[in-house]
């Protein structure tokens, strides 16, 4: 599939549909406290979604039943939101949201601490992952390459010992969910394909505290990690602009 380049007009689009895609992410996150459950949220992702005009994005994809991902500890991404699922004292959730707003899509993901007694070296998981994502937005301008998107997220996951998944990647984004290129979390500088004007991609860098090995559960989605350890997701939609990176989740 080709790379799909958008106008001033269409970027203009993505950014109504980004901020309503942090607006239902962040009433989702203001939600999260011991014993809700993860179906809860999926409730509210798809109640907030419809009463802000936009429709769900995940909900039906390849059969995914949900509105959100929700992954709670070790589970990577993909998790299914579900009534047995509660959010416990000390857990971590990985929240991932999509909408399509006005023929649109917007996609982000934040990872949330449940409660105040999270473990200091996850909440640093959190923070490190977060950071990774800045990095690479930075990176974002045209004439950048997707190696030095990649490389950044790369450096600082491991340079704080910790690892990026390589089993699922970031994407280019607009009227599809999923557009071309591919949006490796890993990478070597000046390597990969050229960022032109126009382009609108998610970078989503998917770390966890131990190995980078993940596995899908029978379910058939539900990503965790193979040694158990933590993990986190932090997603945003950026636009290569002329004048840079934008930020439109
Ligand atoms: N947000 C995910 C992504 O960036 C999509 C979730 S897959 C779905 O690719 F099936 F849940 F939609
Ligand atoms: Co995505």
Redesign the pocket.
């Known amino acids: 599939m080709a790379i799909m380049i958008k106008t001033p007009q269409e970027i203009e689009k993505m950014r109504r549909a980004g901020a309503a895609t942090r607006q239902v992410l962040q009433h989702l996150a203001s939600l999260v406290k011991p014993g809700v459950t993860t179906l809860d949220l999926d409730v509210e992702a798809e109640r907030k979604t419809l009463e802000l005009g936009a429709i769900p994005a995940f909900k039906g994809y390849h059969g995914y039943p949900g509105s959100v991902c929700a992954s709670v500890n070790e589970e990577v991404v993909h998790g299914i939101p579900s009534a047995t699922k509660v959010l416990r004292e000390g857990d971590i959730v990985s929240l991932?949201f999509?909408l399509v707003m006005d023929g649109y899509y917007g996609?982000s993901?934040i990872t949330v601490p449940v409660g105040e007694k999270v473990n200091p070296e996850t909440l640093r998981l959190l923070e490190v992952t977060k950071a990774s994502l800045d990095s690479a937005i930075r990176m974002v301008k045209v004439g950048a390459t997707l190696g030095d998107v990649g490389a950044a997220v790369q450096e600082v996951v491991e340079s704080d010992g910790f690892s990026v998944v390589r089993d699922f990647v970031?994407?280019g984004?607009g009227t599809q969910?999923?557009e071309d290129p591919q949006v490796p979390n890993y990478g070597r500088r000046g390597m990969g394909l050229k960022l032109r004007e126009g382009m609108v991609i998610?970078i989503?860098p998917m770390v966890n505290a131990g190995k980078p090995g993940v596995q899908v559960l029978g379910d058939g989605w539900t990503a965790v990690t193979q040694d158990g350890s933590m993990s986190a997701h932090f997603?945003h939609t950026v636009a290569v602009t002329a004048n840079g990176a934008v930020v439109l989740t």
């Open positions: 991932d999509g996609d993901a970031g994407h984004i969910m999923h998610a989503e997603e």
